[in-house]
């Protein structure tokens, strides 16, 4: 008799998985760990306060991508426990807590800008638009909000002015809100933040198109994380409800718009940014002209470099107000070491906690806003 052969066949409870099916298992392991590292990552730069927001205060808005909450209230946490008070009125604009009273029929100053004219780290009665309409003795509307672009402000401008008609718009100019324009999504410390931005149509027009998408951060609880007690539970509760939302909604719509720019449904953003500049600029100006409207361009910047104001803007005819100078006699009378300029002007111009003095961010103190409304003052009043 000859010895049977072993079978070919293995126990069916031992059968190896196809090719296919290990791969796709290996890629979800390697997604389920990059999500995982993603989320911890997320959680300590939370936990470190890089600058956000606590309270329900900013929404998604269709056009501008996101906007302040009519009557909301919260604070803007900033490293080394400061925080700041953030009230809106229900119209959308900051406010301080206990706004000074003004006349029912006061005239308005109107201020557009990003973060630096929202007062980003100081109080609302510290910024210079709040400090510009009581040095008047006039009302004032600071429409300035962080992250904001020229294209936001643009679209904002086309709102106000016709609704409000001030009797003066204080109109920032910093090259970043250029760039910003030119870009789908605005800086943001945590999550996406899609924004309109320019592109020019067949036509040579240039044109703005719709944030690409709804940011899903304005409707997520982060603020509730920044205060609370680091471990396994926070931690876990953090993942949950906030950052894997947030990866797979993210993900999703990134990975849409990534194919809607590569079939061409999407325009691209302009990338002549002195058109944008010349264009935006140029409108805002016959926005102020047909509505009587006193136009003040306010060059701000980050230190103290000199800032070249383009010159479609300088042909536009109007005031253009530079603060510098008045920062750099700040200094010149209030400064005696021989520290560098650089380093003298962020001592003095930049956010620095009380005690310990530490640094705490880089906009513009409430010393700056003074000496920025002074300008401004100064020059309406001439």
């Known amino acids: 008799m000859t010895e049977s052969q072993p079978s070919q066949t293995e126990p069916e409870g031992k059968k190896r998985l196809s090719l296919k099916k290990r791969l796709f298992f290996a890629l979800l392991i390697v997604l389920f760990c990059v999500s995982v590292v993603r989320t911890v990552l997320s959680y300590s730069a939370i936990k470190r306060q890089p600058g956000l927001f606590k309270g329900s205060i900013l929404r998604a808005d269709p056009a501008l991508g996101f906007a302040p909450v009519p009557g909301a209230s919260g604070a803007l946490v900033l490293p080394f426990g400061v925080e700041r008070a953030i009230v809106f009125d229900d119209r959308g604009f900051r406010v301080p807590q206990h706004p000074a009273p003004t006349r029912a029929d006061s005239p308005l100053v109107l201020a557009l800008g990003c973060s630096l004219t929202f007062g980003y780290g100081c109080r609302a009665e510290e910024s210079y638009p709040y400090l510009v309409g009581q040095g008047l003795g006039v009302a004032s509307i600071n429409a300035g909000v962080g992250a904001f672009g020229l294209s936001q402000m643009l679209l904002r401008a086309r709102e ?99 194919c809607r720019s590569w079939f061409g449904s999407l325009p691209r953003p302009e990338q002549d940014g002195e058109k944008v500049v010349r264009e935006v600029y140029r409108e805002i100006a016959q926005l102020c002209l047909d509505h009587q409207v006193q136009l003040f361009i306010v060059p701000l910047s980050w230190g103290a470099k000199p800032l070249t104001v383009p010159a479609s803007i300088q042909e536009l005819g109007v005031p253009i107000v530079h603060p510098r100078e008045a920062f750099l006699r700040w200094l010149e009378g209030n400064t005696r070491d021989a520290a560098p300029l650089g380093m003298r002007y962020d001592r003095s111009f930049k956010i620095w906690s009380e005690a310990p003095r530490r640094y705490v961010d880089g906009h513009p103190n409430p010393r700056a806003h003074r000496l920025i409304a002074e300008c401004l003052i100064e020059a309406i009043r001439r």
Do not use: H, K
């Not at 016709?162 to 800086?187: D, F, G, K, N, T």
């Not at 999550?191 to 020019?200: C, E, K, Q, R, S």
């Not at 509730?224 to 396994?232: A, D, P, Q, T, W």
């Open 160 to 258: 106000l002015i016709p609704a409000y008609r001030p009797q003066i718009l204080l109109l920032q100019y910093s090259p970043w809100l250029v760039r910003r324009a030119q870009e789908p999504y605005a800086p943001s410390n945590y999550g996406l933040m899609p924004v309109p931005y320019f592109y020019t149509d067949s036509a040579g027009q240039l044109q703005i198109q719709p944030p690409v998408f709804d940011p899903l951060v304005t409707r997520l609880p982060v603020g509730s994380y920044l205060g609370s007690e680091s471990g396994l539970l926070d931690f876990l509760g953090f993942a949950l409800t906030v950052e894997l939302p947030r990866q797979l909604y993210e993900d999703v719509q990134q990975l849409a718009y990534g």
